[in-house]
């Protein structure tokens, strides 16, 4: 019982709450206190990963709250996360008519949901994390409760996500009916045991969890949601959603994935199933971008792909996928967190959100187009862009399992499309003359955010073994084997 | 597996005719109920009745919770259903807070009044 390890967690959580109740005593006027108070608990969060007493790892509450290398890097990304959507929704929440204290409020407390689900260690923890990002959400989405579309936005999310929501809950009844246990540790020993057999029950159970997390993570067939939500909900929680809710829900497959995939059995019953599943997003996803002339819809249908790319390495799984995987994950907050602070600078002076407002944009603003151009580049995966390195160690993963060479053709199919509607836009940006001549106003810590992503961007994809010395520790520590079996 | 206590099927000859109850008949039962909180959500268009059958899909995986853990004799199913009955509360105060934002906007709970995302 080491009650420590959940220091993020409680600064998050006393953060949420401290807002709450600063926002009561603060006259109208003054509430962007409230967004330098959230981004300084998100600081906290991330130095708080990093105290000896968390860092070290271990278990809490009876082995249901696990910190290893992968939580911990999960949950400094989930800072980070956090931190860049403070960062872009200042000006975008002081524009908003009321609710302004309850925004940040909820915007922490997804961060905490998010930030348990790094760490869960039994299916109680796992459901009721996953549960509170989903719920916050559901309220940001529909958050604009003036606008229809926000409103039908939220809607949507709610029925998906509820449907996703008893799926999971099914499948965990399942999991249990045949093990009689919710604790991972108990899954650990009871699939190494040397007579363990595989239920049609526990895979059933095991397929439709996976099947209620592709809900988070916008894979095919749960992703009906994605375009819809991300253009009608407000444009920070749109950048929040497509990288704070999508990666914990991989970090929740992976973590299965590390529990049940010790088994070899398991392992190959679930490899093409994932890779299917992989298959199919990817193909949705970048197909369904290139008729969009919304750029939120396009980031949407891009955000479905990207999913597919991560797949392809959790489908790949033991150790060099899962390194892949967290590679990828890493390269995905910085590339699209800086494409969306664009979007919301943008959208702000143009008040609209179509392709082609962002005619001649490189020219208006140079820095915006800039972080556009490189965040659009390492979606795409252009060397020498973080994305690309991510892409290449994905595709990678797979192309070590020799069952999975067919995914790796249409992982490579499928960067080539994606180079088509990504490069659309750059064109616009650069070549197309003005639309709008007004220059989009941006603040100091906007700039500052954007240049630290590109450097990232850019240095990482120049040295990526400095973020592989982060990633691959925290593989390698699951303590799975290289290869399947 | 332990068997269900049946005792009280001896007063009704029509009950006693299925046999004892067995872990795997709540299970189909929580099943069939899934199944059709699933109907439900598919094929109505008022967002309210959608939402009683979401519930009553979470209700099906809690029967199916109970009756594991009375077959395997302890009580992480029963402690599990607890939370997904604090959880399913939450969700339907935020569902029925959007469908009345809904109804604000639209003037209707209809899905058909949600069209306006679409491409």
Redesign the interface.
Known sequence: MNPILLLPEFVAVAAALGVMLYDLWLPKDRKAVLCTVSMVACVAVFAATFVPAVADGGTAFGGSYLVDGMALLLKRLFAITALLVFVMSRDYVEDLPRGRGEYYTLCLLATSGMLICASVNDFMSLFVALEVVTVSFFVLVAFKRDSTKSVEAGLKMLVIGSISAALLLYGIAFIYGATGSVFFADYRALVEAPDFVLSTELLVGILLVFLGLGFKTSAVPMHVWVPDVYEGAPTPITAFLSVGSKLAGFVLMLRILEVFGRSGVVADELTPFLALIAALTLFYGNLGAIPQTNIKRLMGYSSIGQCGYILLGVAAAWETGISATLFYMTAYVFTNLAVFTVIVYVARSTKSHEIDDYSGLARRHPLLGAAMTIGLLSLAGVPPILGFVGKFLAIGAAFARPELQWLVVCGLINVVVSMYYYLCVIKRMWIKDARHPADPAVPRRVKIALVVSMIVLIGGGLAPQLVEKMTAPAAAQLGLSKTPR | MIAMDTTFLASSPALAALGEIT?AHY?VL?SLI?AV??FG?VTRKN?VV?LMS?EL??N??NL??V???R??A?L??Q??VF??IA?AA??AA??L???I??N???GGVS?DD??????
């Open positions: 872990t299970v929580s899934f909180g699933l959500v967002a959608i979401l899909m979470l099906g995986a199916a919770f009756a594991f853990s077959q395997h302890n992480q199913g402690v599990f939370f997904v959880v939450a969700e935020v569902a807070a959007i469908i934002a809904l604000r906007v639209k899905l949600a069209t306006e995302l679409k491409g």
